[in-house]
T-cell receptor, first 109, second 115 residues
Framework: AQRVTQPEKLLSVFKGAPVELKCNYSYSGSPELFWYVQYSRQRLQLLLRHISRESIKGFTADLNKGETSFHLKKPFAQEEDSAMYYCALSMVNTDKLIFGTGTRLQVFP | DTGVSQNPRHKITKRGQNVTFRCDPISEHNRLYWYRQTLGQGPEFLTYFQNEAQLEKSRLLSDRFSAERPKGSFSTLEIQRTEQGDSAMYLC?????????????FGPGTRLTVT
């Protein structure tokens, strides 16, 4: 069955430190991967998608089909990055999203 | 605010009662999605619509759940004979079209508590 795994419930770093939020997926077809973010008291919103190969707010993510991973990285964390991050998978012929359980990122000053 | 709106924002009900939630998508978005999120979990897909047609429904969704989008605009999600396990945040999202290039925009959610 299709699955998204985010092994860390909580990741705490100091401002300026590098960040890597891990995401692994299970899907035999050609996946579409996304990162969604939810800041405190705000709604869930798209951060980035692998198909766009973009950098948003300094974050990047590379799809590694060999390792079935889509880790989210930022070289220098900022306090405003503190939020809940969800990795999500979309499959061929459907637009539904399968989400991981999320990782809470805390960036301390 | 032209984003996705959901009403009510909070609902407390007793076990066995029926509840109905409403979602108003962004104008001209023809796809509408429902997800459910329980504590400590990510959103879980329930169902989605293309205009008024319900295209897919999760196998996890029991017969007590039904969703409609009668005129291809707003949607309602009804839960009959609520159970304590139905307590969750119910999220609605909409997108302009089909495919991964069309972002799903989420609403603020309706938090259901079944006592």
């Amino acid at each position: 069955a299709q699955r998204v795994t985010q092994p860390e419930k909580l990741l705490s770093v100091f401002k300026g430190a590098p960040v890597e939020l891990k995401c692994n997926y299970s899907y035999s077809g050609s996946p579409e991967l996304f990162w969604y973010v939810q800041y405190s008291r705000q709604r869930l919103q798209l951060l980035l998608r692998h198909i766009s190969r973009e950098s948003i707010k300094g974050f990047t993510a590379d799809l590694n089909k060999g390792e079935t991973s889509f880790h989210l990285k930022k070289p220098f964390a900022q306090e405003e990055d503190s939020a809940m991050y969800y990795c999500a998978l979309s499959m061929v012929n459907t637009d539904k999203l399968i989400f991981g359980t999320g990782t809470r990122l805390q960036v301390f000053p | 605010d032209t984003g996705v709106s959901q009403n009510p924002r909070h609902k407390i009900t007793k076990r066995g009662q029926n509840v109905t939630f409403r979602c108003d998508p962004i104008s001209e978005h023809n796809r509408l999605y429902w997800y459910r999120q329980t504590l400590g979990q990510g959103p879980e897909f329930l169902t989605y619509f293309q205009n008024e047609a319900q295209l897919e429904k999760s196998r996890l969704l029991s017969d007590r759940f039904s969703a409609e989008r009668p005129k291809g605009s707003f949607s309602t999600l009804e839960i009959q004979r609520t159970e304590q396990g139905d307590s969750a945040m119910y999220l609605c999202a909409s997108s302009r079209g089909q495919g991964v290039l069309y972002e799903q925009y989420f609403g603020p959610g309706t938090r259901l508590t079944v006592t």
